[in-house]
C-alpha cells in the first residue's frame, strides 16, 4: 500500500458507491486498495448543501438550519431534483477538500489521484482548482494531481457556474481548464452516435463534454491524453456483465485502471489487458458501432466540433490509440488499409490466426475479403 497516493472517486448523475455492478467509478472504488474516497453523484443520493455551511459559518448563522432545511437549494434536497439539476456537484468538491485536508493531517501524501464519470469527472476538474486554491501545493511541495474522467459533462442545468467567494462557497474555476497542480490528464469522449445514444434531454447542445485545457505551467506536466470514442454517454464506464462486459466498458475499464495504477493508486485484482488484446477489443466496437454496410456512424451535431477525431471518417480505425496499436502490431495490414500494399491469401491467413476480431471485422464490414 503505497500511503503517498490517496485517490478520489467521483460518481456521476444517479450513480453511488453501490453501483459497483453497473459503473466503472463505484467499481474501482470497491477494488481500491489504500487511502481512498468516493463521492455519491447528483441523484445518487441526497447530498447535504455543505456549501450553505460556508456560508453560514463566514457570516455566524446558525449552522444546523441551513444544514437541514429541506427547501429546495437549501438543505438535503431530493436526489430525483439532484439528478435532473446536477444540484450538489459543489458540495461534493467541498466535501473531497475536507477530507483531503484530514488525510493530509494524518500523513502527507504526495499524489492526489481523481477519477469520474458525466459531472463526476467535471467535479474531479474543479476539485483540482479547488485543491490548487486551498494551498495543498504550498504544503506538499512537489504534489501531483492526475485526473481520470469518462465523459466530463457539466450539463445544461448544474451548480459549477454559479459564482461564489472560494473561501465562503467552495468556487473557483472552470470546467474548461485544468488547475496548474494538475500534472497528468487522461479522457475518453464519446462522439454520442445519433442512432445508439438515448438523450435525457430533448436536445443534445445541454449535454455536451469538455476537454479542458492546461493552465500555467508544471514542471511534472505530462501531455494530455484525449480518447474519441463512438457512443453514447454512459458506454465506456459501463461494467455490467462482468467480465463478459461490452468492448467499450472493457477499453474504459483498462483505461483507466492503467492511468490509475501508473500513478501509484493500489488495485485488489487487475483489469487491463496487454496492447494486443486493446487492439482486439478495438475491433468489436468498430463492428459494433457501424452500419450493415460498414460505415461509421456520425457523430452528434453538438458534439462533433468539441471531440477532435482525425478518423472519424475511417471506416475501420476508432482513433488515434486504435491506429497507433495496427501500426506497431500489425504493419502489413497498417500498409493495406493506408494503401501501400496487397493482402494476397498467406497474409490473409496469417493475420485471421494473429488478429483474429481484427480479421472478422474486416471482413464483415467489407474492408478485405475472406
Not at 498467406?346 to 472478422?360: D, E, F, R, S, V
Request: charge should be positive; charged fraction near 20%; glycine fraction near 10%.
Amino acid at each position: 500500500m503505497d500511503e503517498d497516493v490517496v485517490t478520489i472517486f467521483c460518481c456521476g448523475t444517479a450513480s453511488n458507491q453501490q453501483k459497483i455492478g453497473t459503473y466503472a467509478v463505484p467499481f474501482l472504488f470497491d477494488e481500491c486498495i489504500g487511502r481512498k474516497f468516493i463521492l455519491d453523484g447528483p441523484g445518487g443520493a441526497k447530498i447535504p448543501k455543505t456549501e450553505n455551511v460556508l456560508k453560514a459559518v463566514e457570516k455566524g448563522g446558525d449552522v444546523k438550519e441551513k444544514l437541514f432545511r429541506k427547501k429546495r437549494g437549501a438543505g438535503l434536497i431530493s436526489a430525483k431534483y439532484n439528478q435532473a439539476y446536477g444540484l450538489g456537484s459543489q458540495d461534493n468538491v467541498i466535501v473531497g477538500i475536507m477530507w483531503l485536508w484530514e488525510q493530509f493531517y494524518k500523513k502527507k501524501f504526495k499524489t492526489i489521484n481523481l477519477v469520474g464519470w458525466s459531472r463526476g469527472g467535471v467535479t474531479c476538474i474543479m476539485l483540482a482548482h479547488a485543491i490548487q486554491a486551498a494551498g495543498f501545493t504550498r504544503e506538499a511541495g512537489n504534489l501531483r494531481v492526475n485526473i481520470f474522467t469518462f465523459d466530463p459533462v457539466p450539463g445544461g442545468k448544474n451548480d459549477f457556474a454559479v459564482k461564489g467567494d472560494f473561501d465562503s462557497t467552495g468556487r473557483v474555476g472552470t470546467p474548461h481548464e485544468l488547475a496548474p497542480c494538475v500534472t497528468a490528464y487522461r479522457s475518453i469522449v464519446h462522439e454520442n452516435i445519433k442512432k445508439r445514444m438515448v438523450l435525457v434531454i430533448p436536445k443534445d447542445k445541454n449535454f455536451v463534454c469538455v476537454v479542458p485545457k492546461y493552465t500555467g505551467s508544471n514542471s511534472l506536466r505530462k501531455e494530455q491524453e484525449i480518447f474519441p470514442m463512438p457512443g453514447g454517454h454512459a458506454d465506456s464506464c459501463t461494467v455490467t456483465g462482468g467480465l463478459d462486459m461490452a468492448p467499450m466498458g472493457r477499453i474504459g475499464l483498462h483505461l483507466a485502471q492503467q492511468f490509475l495504477t501508473g500513478h501509484g493508486t493500489k488495485f485488489a485484482a487487475s483489469y487491463t489487458y496487454p496492447d494486443s488484446a486493446v487492439r482486439e477489443i478495438y475491433a468489436d466496437v468498430r463492428l459494433a458501432f457501424s452500419d450493415k454496410n460498414g460505415n461509421k456512424l456520425g457523430a452528434s451535431k453538438y458534439r462533433e466540433n468539441v471531440v477532435g477525431n482525425a478518423f472519424r471518417k475511417d471506416r475501420f480505425y476508432v482513433n488515434s490509440h486504435h491506429a497507433g496499436l495496427v501500426e506497431t502490431q500489425l504493419p502489413t495490414l497498417a500498409a493495406y488499409l493506408a494503401g501501400n500494399a496487397v493482402m494476397d491469401d498467406g497474409k490473409k491467413k496469417a493475420l485471421k490466426q494473429t488478429a483474429a476480431k481484427t480479421y472478422n471485422t474486416l471482413v464483415e464490414i467489407g474492408l478485405l475479403s475472406a
